[in-house]
């Protein structure tokens, strides 16, 4: 397992959409790929994805280091996040649960699926 690929991975998606580079940012994904928050229905493919991201709130996503599995054809993670918003004075936080492809032909490491569990704030 490549970890240095997939830090940078994980890193390249908080810097892409802090910096609304929204079609940069779905091109981290499989072009099948998805993105769920909480119990929302998945946001499915690239250009779903970068709609969604040309509307998200501007701010500052920071991630833990993330705690990585080998499950055979893909690499299951599991990583802490906050985000500092610039405009809604708040700081959610939570975890991403992602599968990811291992590098391919390609030499891509992408996100296949990530889902954000956002954590209850004030508790």
Known sequence: MDTAAVHNLMSR?????DLRRAEEWSEL??????LQIGNDSPIVGRAALASFAEGT???THITSIPELRVEADRIIASTGWLFVSRSEGRSPSGFYHDEIR????DGKVLFISRRIEILPQGS
């Open 57 to 59: 709130p501007a701010g």
């Open 13 to 17: 998606y908080g810097r892409l959409i």
């Open 29 to 34: 994904f499989v072009p099948e790929g998805s």
């Open 102 to 105: 291992p590098s391919d032909s």
